[in-house]
């Protein structure tokens, strides 16, 4: 019997992405660019540079490098810190059907395997496809009931992808490629316990060590090492064990319908959950100075993770329905530096909006996140929205966030540069000159 992971290997190799929807590969490069843009809001966090510091340390085989930084490391820390910086703000990507956010590892494990294997932008492509597939395909097979069981499953899921687009980025064999799942998927973990009384530079680790160890387990497979072909769907495999369910998701349709395509980018710096009622208040243009409360009815995980009425870390001003919804009646922007300066206009409307459970909206799940924002104004009336779904960046927004997060960081005609050089990704026989765009000082050498 062919086990799921031989499925995604025979995938991944005969993947040509010329042979792909034109508006996946677009989304694909939409994915890689927003993923560097992400990861340049993140490298000037102060817990984040306290892991750089680390990592140095641990010095290593300069093989790969680190975007925004002039530092090449061991091709498996090289995707570490890249992950980790994409993931710090949660402002990378989302797969809502798990929720994950796989762009941080995949990306990162892609990039970190192509440098090193000195792909080209075809190959980098066919990477991305097949790591964002693999992790996709796994989040939707453990689907709500592993997040609600408290597994974190970027950090569950993000190995698998990582490890298919190392694999791929590498010209790996199926064989070859099972094994990589196998070994990355064997040490699979994250909770979601820093929800309660952590960081987020706890569930940016997550993603990071998914980066790292799909890249090592590349490495390792490379090397004849073997990880079990059943780690996903086998008697004790991921899905079973961590889920309760089937493992139809996983291969149903390989090739011919995209979980990828489900994957949205991120237009707000805030939790995903936050997104839906953001999108609704801006649209409805309320006066926030008529605004007497504001009440949101949601879905149990939605208020178990964002019900934050007085948020003080860093991690509950990015969860924070509250603050999220102050922002967005305030027209304020929902960026990472946003979130650095707020003040007491911004907090005392906050702490007029009320978020309840809804047990009637858990039942839409997963294929909506549904919630009723109702605003009662100081003149009686009030006004109802709803909003089934959180919004999705576009192409175009994409490329305005990468300008916003990676200007500050190249400047902005490298910032452009970068942008036109991804957009032409498939064109590139070597990455070389994409790769020492992302560093500062090597631009030149280009």
């Known amino acids: ?113 192509a440098e090193t294997a000195h792909a080209s932008g075809s190959v980098l492509l066919a990477a991305l496809l097949a790591g964002y597939e693999a992790a996709t395909r796994l989040s939707a ?120 395509a489900a994957t949205a980018l991120k237009p707000y710096a805030s939790c995903r959950f936050t997104h839906g009622p953001v999108a609704a208040l801006r649209a409805a243009k309320l006066d926030h100075r008529q605004v007497e409360a504001v009440e949101i009815a949601t879905f149990r995980a939605s208020v178990d993770v964002s019900d934050r009425p007085d948020p003080q870390t860093r991690t509950e001003l990015i969860l924070s329905h509250q603050l999220a919804a102050a922002l967005a009646l305030l027209g304020r922007p929902v960026l990472p530096r946003d979130l650095d300066a707020i003040d007491d206009t911004t907090r005392e409307l906050a702490a007029r909006v009320r978020v309840r459970h809804d047990p009637d909206l858990d039942a839409k799940l997963p294929r909506f996140w549904p919630h009723r924002i109702t605003v009662s104004l100081r003149n009686g009336d009030r006004v109802v929205l709803d909003s089934d779904n959180p919004p999705a960046a576009s192409s175009a927004e994409a490329q305005d966030k990468f300008r916003a997060l990676a200007s500050p960081v190249f400047g902005a005609e490298r910032a452009k540069e970068i942008a036109a050089m991804v957009d032409r990704l498939e064109t590139l026989p070597d990455l070389t000159p994409l790769l020492r765009l992302l560093r500062p000082g090597l631009a030149e050498a280009a």
């Open 1 to 113: 019997m062919t086990t799921a992971s031989e499925h995604l290997a025979a995938f991944a190799v005969a993947l040509d992405p010329k042979r792909v929807d034109p508006s996946l590969v677009q989304k694909a490069k939409d994915h890689l660019l927003d993923t560097v843009g992400v990861a340049c809001a993140g490298l000037n966090e102060p817990p984040v540079r306290a892991v750089v510091a680390a990592v140095r340390r641990w010095g290593g085989i300069a093989e790969a490098g680190v975007i925004g930084l002039d530092v090449r490391l061991p091709a498996p820390k090289a995707a570490f810190l890249n992950a980790l910086h994409a993931r710090i703000h949660t402002f990378d990507d989302t797969h809502e059907v798990g929720p994950s956010h796989p762009g941080n590892a995949v990306v990162a494990g892609a990039l970190a395997a």
């Open 141 to 260: 097979a453990l689907g709500p009931g592993h997040y609600g069981a408290g597994f974190h499953p970027t950090g569950t899921c993000a190995p698998v992808g990582a490890a298919m687009a190392a694999s791929r980025a590498r010209g790996f064999d199926a064989q070859h490629m099972v094994a990589a799942i196998g070994l990355a998927a064997e040490a699979a973990a994250g909770t979601r316990q820093h929800q309660v009384d952590g960081s987020m530079l706890d569930s940016a680790l997550n993603g990071a060590r998914g980066a790292e160890l799909g890249v090592a387990a590349a490495e390792m497979a490379a090397s004849g090492v073997s990880g079990p072909a059943g780690v996903l769907d086998g008697r004790w495999g991921l899905v079973r064990i961590m889920a309760g369910g089937t493992a139809d998701a996983l291969t149903a349709d390989l090739g011919r319908r995209w979980e990828f």
